[in-house]
């Protein structure tokens, strides 16, 4: 079960570049959680991703005997998921479907991508840890770091 939760149901099992292609699978899972079950089942699926990415990487990791092998995405999805937060509280705020946001799906997309893969500031220092906690937070920081980009893109667009 944890190499299911690890690699995202196989999706880190790709080649190349296993981390967009985690990416790329968020994005319709977020999708489906928002229409079926709103903000709050974004917010509650992001803790169980995190709770339960967390404990199948730790234990991914103790078999594999890598503290971060590159199958392993579900860090990846979690990130996704929140550089995806603004998205979905904006369409909850002004009742739009969360599609047509769409701008904002692509700069989620591209900067958490940015952000994972070159790993700004202290995100370096938490992925430089061998921890399946530090897999998880780098990736959590860099959706946040994301989600804040992605709001100031969307502030200065809608500024025009």
């Known amino acids: 079960m944890s190499k299911i939760i690890a690699t995202f149901f196989g999706v880190g099992l790709l080649k190349p570049a296993p981390g967009t292609w985690g990416s790329l699978a968020a994005l319709p899972i977020f999708w489906l959680i928002f229409n079926f079950l709103g903000l709050l089942g974004i917010f509650i699926s992001t803790v169980a991703l995190f709770y339960f990415g967390w404990k199948a990487t730790e234990a991914y990791s103790d078999m594999s005997d890598s503290h971060d092998a590159s199958e392993i995405v579900i860090d990846e999805v979690l990130g996704q998921f929140i550089a995806l937060w603004p998205i979905a509280t ?3 705020m002004i009742g739009a479907p969360i599609i047509t946001l769409w701008p904002g799906w692509l700069s989620a997309f591209l900067l958490f991508r940015l952000f994972d893969i070159w790993k700004p500031g202290f995100i370096k220092t938490i992925d430089q840890h061998s921890t399946a906690m530090s897999v998880m937070l780098d990736d ?14 969307a502030g200065a667009f809608h500024a025009f």
């Open 90 to 92: 904006g369409a909850w």
């Open 140 to 153: 959590l920081f860099a959706g946040v770091f994301s989600a804040v980009g992605t709001c100031m893109l």
